[in-house]
């Protein structure tokens, strides 16, 4: 075991694969000899060379469809889009040709690529590096969609998306790149105490694609979150004084229904938290496959915590941020509806 970061434990993951599996390729903006903007894949380039770890031109709907053509050949390539918030050049190659290509070829053809992408906000990055759009990529048939809340759940998760035989997107949550919260206004508390670090294996370990974690065990409410909210969602629990069980969901999509479902029937009651616009955001889906699967277990209205329907705002961010208070009021008053 080893003290890692959210970024070293990222950085672990993709030299553990480059060193074991030969058809692995590491490619995006400034991945090489820079090492990327938040430092991810530092070093791997000097260690594996430019032909396995290379820089590509600012053109993401190219770098995504490059990856396409290596994965049909047999090879696995991971590329990085610098912010989730430029991913959009690259989405007609990602939902028109790696989602599609297994099922269009009759499974001739597979697309195993990963794309690793750091999003949300909470760094002050507005309205173009704060973006959450995992809700374009769940609703896609042929994608998956995995979100980490903690170093060993971020290499584990992500040498399992590597090793997957369908296309991943694998976004990281760039306001725990670097651990602990400083607690200013309404930012979650620290999540790793003092140490952002966290024990992970050096080595090759494996955390399963569409399980989710109970996080935190409790009776009164079950919290579903995923990422940065993960953390929200347990400080507000302690704040509260409700015995919430928090649920990280790890992955989107697939979801782990029977987790979700099994929690809820025991609760009766049920906050979703994300970061992501309310409208048509993901905590949307979760609402009603909870009450299709639990309605005559609900003892109230399943709620919902989100970021507002606007764009990041760059000087209002903690407004924007759901923060603790605001989970912690809506598990107040769900209690007592």
């Known amino acids: 075991m080893s003290a890692m970061t959210m970024v070293q434990a990222i950085n672990s993951a993709l030299d553990v694969m480059l060193g074991e599996d030969p058809d692995v390729l590491v490619f995006g903006e400034d991945v090489g000899f820079f090492g990327g903007v938040f430092r991810c894949t530092q070093g791997l380039q000097g260690k594996y060379g430019k032909r396995r770890v290379f820089d590509t031109p600012i053109a993401e709907g190219g770098i995504v469809a490059t990856a396409v053509g290596m994965g049909a050949y047999g090879l696995r390539p991971v590329v990085e889009i610098q912010f989730a918030d430029y991913i959009y ?7 028109s040709e790696a989602a599609r290509l297994r099922y269009r070829s009759g499974g001739e053809f597979t697309s195993p690529l990963t794309v690793r992408t750091p999003y949300g906000g909470g760094i002050f990055g507005g309205q173009t590096h704060s ?20 170093p060993y759940d971020a290499k584990g998760l992500l040498i399992s998306a590597i090793e997957d035989d369908d296309p991943v997107i694998f976004l990281e949550p760039k306001r725990l790149y670097h651990g602990p919260f400083d607690g200013r206004h309404d930012q979650p508390v620290k999540p790793w105490a003092d140490d952002p ?5 050096e080595g090759h370990y494996r955390v399963p694609l569409g399980q989710a974690a109970v996080v935190r065990p409790g009776a009164d ?5 995923y990422g ?4 929200v969602a347990l400080t507000a629990v302690e704040a509260s004084g409700v015995d ?4 990280d969901l790890r992955t989107i999509m697939p979801v782990d229904i029977d987790t979700i479902v099994a929690s809820v029937r025991k609760t009766g009651r049920c906050v979703i938290v994300h970061e992501a616009t309310r409208t ?3 905590g949307s889906e979760l609402s009603a496959l909870v009450q299709e699967n639990c309605f005559h277990h609900l003892e ?5 915590v989100t970021g507002w329907d606007t764009p990041y705002p760059h000087a209002l961010e903690w407004h924007y941020f759901p923060g603790p208070s605001r989970v912690a009021e809506a598990l107040t008053r769900v209690m007592e509806d």
């Not at 050049?89 to 939902?95: G, N, V």
């Not at 973006?131 to 903690?150: D, R, Y």
């Not at 919430?244 to 649920?247: A, K, R």
């Open 244 to 247: 919430g069980e928090v649920i």
């Open 228 to 231: 940065t909210m993960v953390h």
């Open 89 to 95: 050049p690259a989405t007609d190659q990602l939902i």
């Open 300 to 304: 109230a209205p399943v709620a919902r």
């Open 131 to 150: 973006q959450s759009p995992e809700a374009i990529f769940a609703h896609v048939c042929g994608l998956k969609t995995v979100i980490p809340s903690n």
């Open 197 to 201: 670090r966290a024990d992970v294996p």
């Open 280 to 282: 048509c955001g993901f």
């Open 221 to 225: 409410v079950t919290v579903l979150a």
